[in-house]
């Protein structure tokens, strides 16, 4: 029999600059693979709902802005379906593909989506979830991408009645997870550390 010195698990490494030269070549000025970055359009002039801009930050715990992190979304359409084949309550909008990927700009590390605010979803047990979208964050030194939710701070009584948000044991954390509106822009700023670290989710 083999020892089990001999299964231990490798080292595990940072993302370092090879997220952005994977998943996104054209940014990283590496043509001829993709026509245009994946992710980079959720919507055509044909997507159903409310068009919304996203617009995001990854802070670090002294306050920095990361501008080497990758941001990816994904979310419900305005029916509350997934574009997705596990989606068994129905069709989801053929037009909105309800997932997204954009690195930080390099100048000031900020994320753009332009999308639609999506529908209400049920929770396992049927209770229907406040309107939501899902992030995952990768960047230098984030071993593990990162999962959280934003939710849109003008459906206080949807987010009231959210079974997730209800979970949450220290209800002043929970602002950290919603994100104000202004016109038609919602700003969901994450914060790794801090005062205002960003509620993250183990899935």
Request: net charge negative.
């Amino acid at each position: 029999m083999q020892t089990l010195a001999r299964l231990k698990e490798t080292a595990s490494q940072t993302a370092g600059p090879y997220v952005h030269i994977g998943l996104t070549p054209n940014f990283c000025d590496i043509g001829g693979i993709y026509p245009a970055d994946l992710g980079t359009q959720l919507v055509n002039d044909k997507t159903r709902g409310e068009r919304i801009t996203v617009k995001s930050r990854v802070i670090d715990g002294s306050g920095t802005v990361l501008k080497d992190a990758l941001v990816e979304i994904w979310q419900a359409d305005a029916d509350g379906l997934y574009n997705s084949p596990a989606e068994m309550r129905g069709s989801a909008d053929p037009n909105f593909t309800g997932w997204g990927r954009c690195p930080a700009d390099m100048d000031t590390g900020e994320f753009v989506f332009q999308t639609i605010k999506p529908g209400r979803v049920p929770f396992r047990d049927g209770r229907l979830m406040a309107p939501h979208i899902t992030f995952w964050i990768v960047a230098r030194g984030i071993n593990l991408g990162l999962h959280t939710r934003m939710y849109f701070g003008d459906e206080d009584k949807a987010n009231a009645e959210d079974p997730i948000l209800q979970r949450v044991e220290h209800k002043v954390r929970v602002p950290t997870l919603i994100a104000p509106r202004d016109g038609d822009v919602y700003t969901f700023d994450i914060h790794l550390q801090g005062d205002k670290e960003t509620i993250f989710f183990d899935i």
